[in-house]
């Protein structure tokens, strides 16, 4: 492929197996949203759509929300990088394959300097290759299609669908240690705020 084809008709094409009618079903979808989209009439489709056709397809659908350009290029290198890490089931996979990829995708994923059709070159591979840990659909991915969600929200629910069951009650219980300790902060401000306001009230 040359540069500029790195593009959501382009990976929803390569991956789709059966009919675009079945695609639709699955995903919930008409046959001609999908039919354009696959055309390269729209080359924007809403979070929503983008993460309803990757559920159907059993897959991350990050890449898909990257090409569309639905998420900033500082993430998605950050993103992919993530998924780049030695350990990830992604790393392993491609290290085998051609340890050079590996080096040279993580330098891109680094580089807040690269070409954003690089950048998109890896989101596309990691879409169209063999789903892994880390580029299959997990059921916290749905989040990312509901409403306007923000880097941080993003980050956690990538990092969530990759822990085992275990990690994932040690993570629920971390999160509502954080939760107690922000509502302690919060009635401590409250607390702080009142004494600092209560002298003016009495005075008035």
């Not at 675009?20 to 999908?34: D, N, V």
């Not at 063999?130 to 916290?140: G, L, N, Y």
């Not at 040690?170 to 107690?180: C, H, N």
Request: aromatic share 4%; hydrophobic share 45%.
């Amino acid at each position: 492929m040359i540069d500029g084809e790195w593009t959501v008709a382009t990976a929803l094409r390569k991956v789709r197996g059966g009919s675009m009618r079945e695609l639709a079903a699955e995903a919930g979808l008409s046959t001609a949203q999908i039919s354009r989209i696959e055309s390269g009439q729209v080359t924007r489709p809403t979070p929503a759509t983008l993460v309803a056709l990757a559920r159907a397809l059993w897959l991350n659908p990050m890449p898909l929300l990257i090409l569309a350009g639905h998420i900033p290029d500082d993430e998605a290198r950050g993103w992919i990088k993530n998924v780049l890490e030695p350990g990830t089931e992604v790393f392993r996979d491609w290290n085998g394959d051609n340890p050079l990829s590996v080096i040279a995708a993580r330098r891109t994923a680094e580089d807040e300097n690269a070409p954003r059709e690089e950048v998109h070159k890896l989101a596309f591979d990691l879409f169209v290759g063999e789903p892994m840990v880390e580029t299959e659909w997990d059921s916290s991915m749905a989040l990312l299609g509901v409403g306007e969600t923000d880097r941080a929200q993003r980050r956690l629910i990538n990092l969530f669908a990759q822990l085992t069951a275990e990690r994932r009650e040690r993570m629920l219980a971390d999160l509502e240690d954080q939760v107690t300790l922000s509502r302690i902060e919060m009635h401590r401000d409250a607390d702080e705020f009142l004494e600092r306001r209560l002298p003016g009230i009495a005075e008035a």
